[in-house]
């Protein structure tokens, strides 16, 4: 103790916690822009249940295990559970929401391409829980209408 | 322990002693066998998943048993009891008195973890370390929830009744000569997480007994269907768990204070500064909690405030790490067997702090939440620098304890085995 100079290390902290800095405000200014709903997202409502999804549409079609959404539209989702906590995973759109009984997740997301995407359950939910997938698949936009 | 050798003691002399290296030791081969036993598990999980699909476990409820089994023992019936037989021999030497302030307490500490370990392992639980409800209430087949629970309860117990003894011994036992700056940073290691698990625990404690009565249904905290709140138990589980993760890592951090000055002859760089980082760690620890929690639906505004939590900690953890490497620069450095330890243990620290403030910065942690990428990360503490530190303390003892010397190489060899282990991860 002492005999030293700590002028070395007053400058590792304060770069340090120059990193953190730069690292929270990123992440902040990220997050910020990534949750921000566009106005006319359409909503999907999202159920989870031991051990399969399904889904019902503004419209009110309804889906089981299988979710069809359109290209160039935006998409909320307001994800909730029957009976245990799941969560509600597109991993390659980096969709992921609890689900949890007796409250309304919501995250919102835009598919840009045409194609087929896994769903899957992403929190321990029981026996069949490794197989509680489903399908995003996503198709060209509507021109009829 | 050398006289053990040349005199054997019956074994019974050793358990029934509440000397403080003997309950010391025992604690020591618990922790050991839990190693293996939670090992074994970790073996067996591995294998099943080399080919997808089922291969050698025949049912995914013996699988999920078998995850939530190896998690909780090597959390709780490895690395605590580890510390443990590390204070219970060092601490009262280091403030240089005869024993630990309560002998009995001790003693008493130390046996309620076999009957908590049999609870747990006979019981065999499912829903993963974490027991998330309302899964945990509604869903998962009794007893062994049941019995999870009260392994639990009992194992929290027994925490609190060996910081409180680490507690008492430090402050109120130390050589009058002693000041507190003089205090060893070993014996500030455990000073520090003793005063976390006083404060950390209770709210777990108190979860458990909720967790009970609404499986027994005649409550429903965390059940939605009787009005209650899983979220709540989430909050509750993580105030606990977040800081008992430095309640495991800042005993490792003290082991590697001894063996990193001794192996580089040199004294530690900063004393001061170590103690200074011990003091600020156990503080934040207490920050950050619901960083485990940006999935559950939590508001901007919160997400923020545990973010900063997380990072806020990231200083202190920094200080040590740089302490470590003032101490060996310029140092005669002896790569004998525990310093390569330590200094592998550094490394995977570095690593696994990276990975943490990717976790903690929200919208990344939406990439690795409820990954294998969580299990990297905390698997690097773990594995890595708790472990390290663990073991490469272990052969610093052992030729002081036994009076015998291991074979350097063939340990040269497991380090560099488990090292590229832990890359792989
Ligand atoms: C000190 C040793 C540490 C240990 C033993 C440890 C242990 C753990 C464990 C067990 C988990 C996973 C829990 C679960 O989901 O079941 C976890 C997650 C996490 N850790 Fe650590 N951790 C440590 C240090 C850190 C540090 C230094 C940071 C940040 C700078 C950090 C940030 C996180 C975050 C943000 C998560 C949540 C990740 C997620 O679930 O998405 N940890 N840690
Ligand atoms: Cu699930
Ligand atoms: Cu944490």
């Known amino acids: 103790m002492g005999h030293h100079s700590n002028w070395p290390e007053w400058i590792y902290i304060g770069v340090v916690i120059a990193l953190m800095v730069w690292v929270g405000s990123e992440a902040w200014n990220a997050e910020r822009l990534v949750e921000h709903i566009p106005a006319d997202a359409e909503v999907i409502k999202v159920t989870g249940q031991q051990w399969f999804w399904s889904f019902e549409h503004e419209d009110g079609t309804k889906e089981i295990g299988e979710l069809h959404v359109k290209v160039g539209k935006a998409y909320k989702f307001e994800i909730t559970s029957k009976d245990v906590n799941h969560s509600f995973n597109i991993h390659d759109y980096v969709v992921l929401l609890d689900a949890v009984p007796g409250r309304i997740n919501t995250v919102w997301f835009a598919p840009k391409e045409v194609g087929e995407h896994d769903i899957q359950c992403r929190e321990y939910c029981g026996l069949i829980h490794y197989n509680m997938r489903g399908k995003l698949i996503i198709e060209e936009a509507d021109t009829t209408s | 322990m050398v006289l053990e050798l040349q005199k054997p003691r019956p074994i019974w002399q050793i358990m029934f002693s509440t000397h403080h290296t003997d309950v010391g030791l025992m604690y020591l081969i618990t922790s050991l066998i839990f190693l293996f036993m939670g090992g074994a598990l970790a073996l067996a999980i591995r294998a099943e998943l080399f080919l997808p699909g089922s291969q050698i476990i025949a049912d995914s409820m013996t699988f999920n048993r078998m995850f939530t089994v190896h998690g909780t023992t090597l959390i709780f019936l490895f690395l605590l009891p580890f510390a443990s037989a590390v204070g219970n021999y060092f601490v009262p030497i280091m403030v240089r008195y005869k024993d630990m302030a309560y002998p009995k307490l001790n003693a008493i500490a130390f046996w309620m973890i076999p009957p908590a370990a049999a609870l747990i392992w006979l019981g ?52 009058p000569d002693m000041s507190m700056g003089q205090i060893p940073l070993l014996a500030w290691s455990f000073l520090t997480s003793s005063l976390i698990v006083l404060v950390a625990i209770p709210t777990f404690a108190a979860a458990l007994f909720f967790f009970f009565s609404d499986r027994l249904g005649v409550s429903g905290f965390f059940n939605p269907a009787m009005g209650g709140n899983p979220i709540a138990y989430a909050h509750l589980f993580w105030f606990t768990f977040h800081p008992e993760v430095y309640v495991l890592v800042i005993p490792a951090i003290g082991m590697m204070y001894e063996i990193i000055p001794r192996f580089s002859r040199k004294p530690i760089f900063s004393h001061s ?34 973010m900063i939590g997380t990072l806020a900690a990231v200083p202190a953890s920094a200080m040590h790490v740089f302490n470590f490497i003032a101490t060996m620069w310029n140092g005669r450095i002896k790569f004998a067997t525990p310093m390569m330890w330590a200094v592998g243990g550094i490394a995977l620290f570095f690593s696994a702090g990276a990975g943490g403030v990717v976790n903690a910065a929200m919208p990344l942690d939406f990439q690795t939440h409820d990954s294998y990428w969580v299990v990297g990360h905390f698997h690097l503490f773990v594995m890595g620098t708790i472990a390290f530190g663990s073991i490469g303390f272990l052969y610093y003892l052992f030729p002081y304890v036994t009076g015998r010397m291991y074979n350097e190489r063939c340990q040269e060899e497991s380090m560099i085995i488990l090292q590229s282990q832990n890359g792989l991860l």
């Open chain 2, 124 to 175: 065999f639980a499912d829903f993963t370390w974490y027991a998330n409800p309302p899964y945990s209430i509604i869903s998962a087949p009794g007893p062994a929830a049941d019995m999870w629970i009260f392994g639990l309860k009992i194992l929290g117990i027994s925490s609190v009744l060996g910081a409180i003894n680490f507690i008492v011994t430090i402050l109120k036992c130390k050589h």
């Open chain 2, 273 to 306: 500064s170590g103690i200074f980082a011990f003091v600020l760690l156990s503080m934040v620890s207490f920050s950050s909690w619901a960083h485990h929690m940006y999935a559950t639906g939590m508001s901007f505004t919160e997400k923020t405030v545990f």
